[in-house]
């Protein structure tokens, strides 16, 4: 593990893919990694990237065969991998994961707080699902909060360690039809920011990646998304990878640290923005608990929508 902490605010993509490959390797090779939601998107990603530079790579999810299959793929690349599967919402079955990691790998050197879960409903929908914001809640808060207190005592008793968490671009600001999964991102970025001051000194780093919109599974059901600019996966998981290396305080998107300021300074215009997106929005039909291929935007901008959606999946092909 890199023993020279940074503080930067802002890490966004910089350095060749080489450097930050070669920095990797210098920083997890031969220490074990937990990544958590391995088995798709962003977890999958970065837990390729780590194995790769030589992690001994610790998978977890609930779905068992795509972490084995990720498994075969790090060890058939000369890596070192092994599969976890555990549902992070149900406390015996963290207790019983952070006993395993233990057994199996000792002391863990990094752990990637990725899995969880998201819900973009809006408040009018939800006044009789108060699970959604249970469902949330443990998986990314309470579930995170169980692994961290399991694996950082070990990390502080050998004074070196670094815990990762995902979050989302909407913490800074908040966003409208996101209550339950914002408010759970948020609670767990909180508690996070402020244990941090108490390991520094033990040598364990605390980074909270704020992601912006990320063209994952996560996001598919919400098909207007396939229309906005985001992430890959791959590059979600070289943003988590520089700061594996660089250990930043946190690493965000300037557009977002921009929107956060905009949002103390100028209360009213921002909020007319927030009020106008939402507007301007529909729930998803599978948050209405429908099925229809409907664009979640106005009447009006429909036909447009689907015109500039077609036109992309052409270009895709
Ligand atoms: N995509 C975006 O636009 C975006 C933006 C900002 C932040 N993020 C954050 O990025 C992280 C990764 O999301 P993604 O976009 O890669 O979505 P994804 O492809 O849906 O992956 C989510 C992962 O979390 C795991 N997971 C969900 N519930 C779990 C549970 N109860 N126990 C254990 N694992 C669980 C899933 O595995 P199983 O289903 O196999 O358990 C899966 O591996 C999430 O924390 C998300 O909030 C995403």
Request: hydrophobic content about 40%; proline content about 5%; glycine content about 10%.
């Amino acid at each position: 593990m890199g023993e020279a902490d940074t503080v930067e605010e802002e890490v966004e993509a910089v350095g060749s893919r080489g450097d930050l490959d070669a920095d990797l390797r210098r920083v997890v090779a031969d220490s074990t990694v937990v990544v958590t939601g391995a088995s798709s998107g962003i977890g999958e990603a970065t837990a390729r990237r780590l194995g790769a530079a030589g992690a001994d790579t610790v998978l977890v999810a609930r779905s068992r065969e795509p972490l084995g299959a990720l498994r075969q793929e790090i060890e058939g690349a000369g890596g070192r991998a092994c599969s976890h599967p555990a549902d992070l919402s149900d406390p015996a079955a963290v207790a019983e994961l952070v006993e395993d990691i233990r057994q199996c790998h000792g002391d863990v050197d990094v752990l990637v707080n990725n899995a969880g879960h998201s819900i973009r409903r809006s408040i009018a929908l939800s006044y009789n699902r108060f699970h959604d914001f249970e469902r949330t809640i443990d998986v990314n808060y309470l579930g995170p909060v169980r692994l961290v207190l399991g694996l950082l005592p070990g990390m502080r008793a050998r004074r070196r360690g670094h815990v990762l968490n995902v979050s989302s671009l909407g913490v800074l600001f908040g966003a409208p039809r996101f209550s339950a999964y914002l408010a759970s991102k948020a609670a767990f970025e909180s508690f996070l920011r402020c244990i941090a001051p108490e390991v520094r000194g033990d040598g364990v780093a605390v980074t909270n990646i704020y992601m912006p919109l990320v063209h994952t599974p996560m996001v598919e059901a919400t098909r207007v998304y396939r229309l906005l600019p985001g992430l890959t996966a791959d590059e979600a998981a070289e943003r988590i990878c520089r700061a594996v290396v660089e250990r930043p305080r946190r690493v965000a998107p300037a557009l977002g640290l921009m929107g956060h300021l905009l949002a103390d300074a100028a209360p009213a215009p921002f909020d007319g923005l927030l009020r106008l997106t939402y507007r301007w929005s529909r729930d998803s039909s599978a948050a209405r608990g429908e099925d229809s291929d409907e664009m979640e935007a106005p009447a009006f901008a429909q036909g447009l929508l689907r015109r500039l959606e077609r036109l992309g999946g052409r270009r895709e092909r």
